[in-house]
């Protein structure tokens, strides 16, 4: 069935070090993939999407690398903060069955000043 | 503009009750989701409705329900309350049924006793 899991559990960073979170999904139908940050009490936070016909997108610190030959999603993190600790989820959607995420397990990421 | 609002945000239930929880999607967004988030199963999918339309559903039993009003506001229930669903019950909006952003709300943390 569908499924999108992560490599990484937990990655410990030094502040100002740049954070690489992998993910791997197996629905190659795939339309459209999206990352979320979600911190401790708070719902996942919007970070940053990628629809499948798009190898790489830019944001502010964040870059998400999209692999369909091997079907592999990333997002790297620029210089992270203390604010960057949190759980970051990828999620992917096939639209034909709307707008159903399937969520991997998370990874959490602490910062280290 | 207002994020998604999700009420209330915190509750305690005792076992067998019934639950209730309000979702205020972005203002515009027709499309709300519904997840739910524990350890031990992470963020899973339980609907999407769509201009009032339950257009998809999760792999829940019978006692979770939801529905959409005409101002896209939705509501979903759990009847009958196991330890188990103890959770958090996260709401999602999205612009239209397919390739617009998914935002989420904070969230409604239920305990069951």
């Known amino acids: 069935g569908e499924s999108v899991g992560l490599h990484l559990p937990t990655l410990s960073v030094q502040e100002g070090d740049n954070s690489i979170i992998n993910c791997a999904y197996s629905?190659?139908?795939?339309?459209?993939f999206i990352w979320y940050k979600q911190e401790s009490g708070k719902g996942p936070q919007f970070i940053i999407d990628?629809?499948?016909?798009?190898d790489k997108r830019q944001g502010q610190r964040v870059t998400v690398l999209l692999n369909k030959t091997v079907k592999h999603l990333s997002l790297q993190i620029a210089a992270t903060q203390p604010g960057d600790s949190a759980v970051y989820f990828c999620a992917e959607i096939g639209w034909s069955a709307g707008n159903k995420l399937t969520f991997g397990g998370g990874t959490r990421v602490l910062v280290k000043p | 503009k207002a994020g998604v609002t999700q009420t209330p945000r915190y509750l305690i239930k005792t076992r067998g009750q019934q639950v209730t929880l309000s979702c205020s999607p972005i203002s515009g967004h027709r499309s709300v989701s519904w997840y739910q988030q524990t350890p031990g199963q992470g963020l899973q999918f339980l609907f999407e409705y769509f201009s009032e339309t339950q257009r998809n559903k999760g792999n829940f039993p019978g006692r979770f329900s939801g529905r959409q009003f005409s101002n896209s506001r939705s509501e979903m229930n759990v009847s009958t309350l196991e330890l188990g669903d103890s959770a958090l019950y996260l709401c999602?909006?999205?612009?239209?049924?397919?390739?617009?952003?998914?935002?989420f709300g904070e969230g409604s943390w239920l305990t069951v006793v």
């Open positions: 999602a909006s999205s612009a239209d049924r397919v390739g617009n952003t998914i935002y």
């Open positions: 629905n190659s139908a795939s339309d459209y």
């Open positions: 990628i629809r499948s016909n798009m």
